[in-house]
């Protein structure tokens, strides 16, 4: 079974706190990506990786960055965080390739007080 | 870039109803997914169709490529099938690496 695991389900961090989140899948996927789910607005794109080094901004980048150094970890950073990204992150990984199956983490609740 | 619409929004159903979710979509496609997401937030796939139908258990997914549509069929619901009920499909019809766009989901609830 492929797994996705994300380092934490329940986050609380101040504003102006720098944010880690990390996502290790181990099916050796080459695609991995970022969403935040907030109500009403559904899955939105932050950023994905299609290989190792390799980042590409999403719909929604701004107050993001990634990082990608090992093909089984993708990791997403709010360098500065506000109140704005309290939200769920998710994270999900497929092979590469049209209309793959994505698997999806357990996701992160991520509330910025 | 494809456009995907799911209705309804909401749906409430007693348990033992047969229930129908529709996905829309704008620009052809190689594949649609319907995913699962239960209170608590983790996403699973349910199925992967490019044509034609697919079961699994209770659930029914079909799809009419001519008319870019798809449904999910729930047969004899149960109120464990309570979900917010998602399609996707590929950002740009039959290319972009992997990237799906996803409807903004169909929220279930089955009451027993």
């Known amino acids: 079974d492929v797994k996705v695991t994300q380092s934490s389900r329940y986050l609380v961090k101040r504003t102006g706190e720098k944010v880690f989140l990390e996502c290790v899948q181990d099916m050796d996927h080459e695609n991995m990506f970022w969403y935040r789910q907030d109500p009403g607005l559904g899955l939105r794109l932050i950023y994905f990786s299609y290989d190792v080094k390799m980042k590409e901004k999403g719909d929604i980048p701004e107050g993001y960055s990634v990082s990608r150094e090992k093909k089984e970890r993708f990791s997403l950073i709010l360098e500065s965080a506000s109140t704005n990204q309290t939200s769920m992150y998710l994270c999900a990984s497929s092979f590469g390739g049209v209309g793959e199956t994505q698997y999806f983490g357990p996701g992160t609740r991520l509330l910025v007080l | 870039k494809n456009e995907v619409e799911q209705s309804p929004q909401n749906l409430t159903a007693q348990e033992g109803e047969f229930i129908t979710i529709n996905c829309s979509y704008s620009?052809?496609?190689?594949?649609l997914h319907w995913l699962q997401q239960h209170p608590g937030g983790g996403i699973v796939s349910l199925f992967m169709?490019?044509?034609g139908k697919k079961k699994h258990g209770r659930l029914i997914a079909t799809i009419n490529i001519q008319e870019k549509h798809s449904s999910l069929h729930i047969t004899a619901s149960h109120p464990r099938d309570s979900a917010v009920y998602i399609c996707?499909?590929?950002?740009f019809g039959g290319g972009s690496q992997g990237n799906l766009i996803f409807g903004k989901g169909t929220k279930l609830s089955v009451k027993p």
């Open positions: 996707a499909v590929p950002l």
């Open positions: 620009v052809g496609i190689s594949a």
């Open positions: 169709l490019s044509s």
